[in-house]
């Protein structure tokens, strides 16, 4: 009971303190236009952290506020929300390191990945990333090519068991395991040179600790300890970190995967060192740390969570893209014929010159392939939401103006030092002006039509949002579409994909966790689920 009592004392001093920093900083949007307020404890995050679906909230504000807007974050503190692609550019790219992620999301990051690159700012960052660069050559990466098709058709192999003993032909497979799984296998041999086995082994100790990892975790947290994390900026880094044993559900969980990971990772570290020549990512990132000057190469712990950062990026986020993707293809079947249309042409020419498998460049220019691909991606970043802190006054640009509550329309917002900033990826991959009138609706087409020189360039991939932006972007990002390329293609090649005959009853909702995950409604138990029939079409 005392217990109890000195941790309620302490989080309402800490809660005092949090209000207090929050009102003695200076307020620069009080008239922006935003939604108001639902919650003083819980502000606006109370409708986007609770939201039925990523976007329900967001989609909504960005058509009746514009590009940019003021929401109420915990206990009163204000958050600028930013879709515009301009603003998004200065942010992420121009001025990348003097907005530093948001000091609880940084904890929360650390939890999962530990000391990697993820977690790194300013210097540190830019050691991490100078490290790693080298694993993540554009030539080097296609050299995983082969890899990935080979992975392809071990999955395909399973999914035909399955038809064979199906007695429709046509079954109906929870196609989210089976991808994660495919993925997990890939980036166990290309980033470690090691077989997880997580296709052929349903109980891997490693796709184990990963299932519903963010669902357990992030989904639906409780109102007490989204209050609670609000009060982290108030509390030195060293204190957060020791919060990882909390015995609450998300710290108990992350604790378990990293403390699990990292046990893995050593032991890949030391296979990898003893093997030399590796080709491997992280064979090659020790070869390029060993160079460093040992002012600037990364520390053993950095080695090692280094593996659970390219674990966590390449594997469930490349899944997940995916699965949404078959979805969609499922609900647009016109578009299955038209790129088998295209793999065909495709296939004749790699079979004339005594290839077995697609090469990257076969793929790149088959133009609906490409345009359904980045689709996919716009309709679903996996990845749907970041936050950043700004650390100076400034003044942030638009590219589209916006109408204060006062009537004033302005293309700048001035911000002060310390102002937390909201950046809803699932907003901007959807706003009108870039992606045109229809932004809601699958229509591949737009990725054909465009002009690209009328656009203001932010993400790294089709001006997508999906990898992030600027000096912060995915360090994988390359990897990932080179291997969903190549995924994608084998399976729409040898398989049809439908929606479930049970699909009104089985409803597919896009869930709030860390990443968007698909979900069916009113069956939490199922965890990230997707079903959908798969027919072979060879």
Known sequence: ?????????????????????????????????????????????????????????????????????RSMGI????????????????????????YSKRKDIRAIVRFITGDGLVWTEGEDHRRHRKVMNPAFDAAQLKGFATLFHRAAAKLMQKWKDEMASDPTGSPTID?????????????????FDYNFGALDNTNSPLAAVYRNLFIDSTLYPSKFDTVFKAT????????????????????TRFRHYLDYVRGAAKELVEKSEGT????????????????????????????????????????????????????????HPEYQVQIRGELSVARAE????????????DLEVLPMFQAVLKEGMRLHPIVWNLGRTAGRDDVIPLAYPITTKSGEQISAIPISKGQNIQIPICAYNRIPQVWGEDADAFRPERFLEKDKDSQVS??????????????RACIGWRFSVL?????????????????????????ILRKPTGIMMPMVKDHPELGGWMGLKVTSVR
């Open 175 to 191: 196609i989210t395991k089976w991808i994660s799984r495919m993925t997990l296998d890939v980036i166990g041999e290309a980033g």
């Open 232 to 251: 982290w900026c108030v509390l030195p880094e060293a204190l957060l970190h020791a919060f990882r044993y909390l015995p609450g559900r998300e710290y």
């Open 458 to 471: 932010v993400g790294m991939y089709a001006n997508l949002m999906n990898f992030s932006a600027g000096l």
């Open 75 to 98: 206990m009163g503190e204000e958050y600028l929300t930013l879709a515009d692609p301009k603003a998004l550019q200065y942010v992420l790219h121009t001025s990348g390191y003097h």
């Open 350 to 361: 790699a079979t004339a010159r005594g290839d077995r498998d697609f090469s990257t460049t």
């Open 1 to 69: 009971m005392s217990l109890l009592f000195t941790g309620s004392s302490l989080l309402l001093l800490l809660a005092f303190v949090k209000i207090a920093v929050t009102y003695l900083r200076r307020r620069t949007l009080k008239d922006l236009q935003g939604p108001p307020s639902t919650s003083f404890w819980l502000g606006n995050e109370k409708d986007t952290r609770y939201q039925n679906e990523v976007g329900d909230v967001e989609f909504k504000w960005l058509r009746q506020y514009g590009t940019a807007w």
């Open 483 to 507: 291997e969903m390329q190549a995924m994608i293609a084998d399976l729409i090649e040898n398989f049809e994909f439908a929606l479930p005959d049970n699909a009104k009853e089985m409803v």
């Open 276 to 331: 030399g020549n590796g080709k491997d990512i992280i064979s090659i990132l020790l070869r390029a740390n060993k160079s460093e000057n040992p002012k600037t190469k990364l520390s053993d712990r950095e080695v090692v969570d280094q593996v659970s950062t390219l674990l966590l990026a390449g594997h469930d986020t490349t899944a997940v893209s995916i699965t949404w993707l078959l979805w969609e293809l499922a609900k």
